[in-house]
């Protein structure tokens, strides 16, 4: 796998149900981020969770990250039309020489009314 | 809520020609960042800028891109002589602290749309 990629590169879900997606890395990382992203607009910060927590909340979103499996899962819950959009996560580590944040090419997520 | 601006939000400019595109950052952020996209693909990392310099840089951002910090409020993206494939979509994102385990989340703007004709 990429650092940093998602699962399932898409998701079409019913209104109210849960969308879960998941996220894959290579290296040691600081911490993990998933972004949101509508189309033709930039990204907006969800959740980060750093490399010594296992699970984060935010109002309906929920992230868990796994050190030794190397992944990261987002579990949106009770899906609104709204949560229609791209979602990425970024992993901040050091790779290729440098300190950044790596972004996967993102799961769109399609919250059918 | 304080956000990053970027303009313009569409750039149409023929190969070989300088660009500049233009943010604002939130102000009381330190660091600086810009990310492109090329439709389609994946949001990628070019530079991170601190106390007016480098940070980083990523293989993309070979000689053709420069960053600057004119005043207190702009960043600006200049690449120098384009290429069709610097097509794409550019994003300018501030932070109140840098990378690392201590890191915040980037703020990002809306993008500039930059087509290479």
């Known amino acids: 796998s990429q650092q940093g990629e998602e699962d399932p590169q898409a998701l079409s879900i019913q209104e109210g149900e849960n969308a879960t997606m998941n996220c894959s890395y290579k290296?040691?990382?600081?911490?993990l981020q998933w972004y949101r992203q509508n189309s033709g607009r930039g990204l907006v910060h969800l959740i980060l969770?750093?490399?010594?927590?296992r699970e984060k909340h935010s109002g309906r979103l929920r992230v868990t990250l796994d050190t030794s499996k190397k992944s990261s899962s987002l579990l949106i819950t009770a899906s609104r039309a709204a949560d229609t959009a791209s979602y990425f996560c970024?992993?901040?580590?050091?790779?290729?020489?440098?300190?950044?944040?790596?972004f996967g090419k993102g799961t769109k997520l399609t919250v059918n009314p | 809520e304080p956000e990053v601006t970027q303009t313009p939000s569409h750039q149409v400019t023929q190969m070989g020609q300088e660009v500049i595109l233009r943010c604002v950052p939130i102000?009381?952020?330190?660091?600086f960042y810009w990310y492109r996209q090329i439709l389609g693909q994946k949001v990628e990392f070019l530079v991170s800028?601190?106390?007016?310099?480098?940070?980083?840089k990523s293989e993309i951002f070979d000689d053709q891109f420069s960053v600057e910090r004119p005043d207190g409020s702009n960043f600006t993206l200049k690449i120098r002589s384009t290429k069709l494939e610097d097509s794409a979509m550019y994003f300018c994102?501030?932070?109140?602290?840098?990378?690392?385990?201590?890191?915040?989340?980037?703020?990002f703007g809306d993008g500039t749309r930059l087509s290479i004709l």
């Open positions: 994102a501030s932070s109140e602290a840098g990378l690392g385990f201590n890191s915040q989340p980037q703020h």
């Open positions: 290296t040691s990382i600081n911490n």
């Open positions: 969770i750093r490399s010594n927590e």
């Open positions: 970024a992993t901040d580590a050091f790779i290729g020489g440098s300190e950044k944040l790596v």
């Open positions: 102000s009381n952020h330190l660091y």
């Open positions: 800028f601190y106390n007016n310099e480098i940070s980083e």
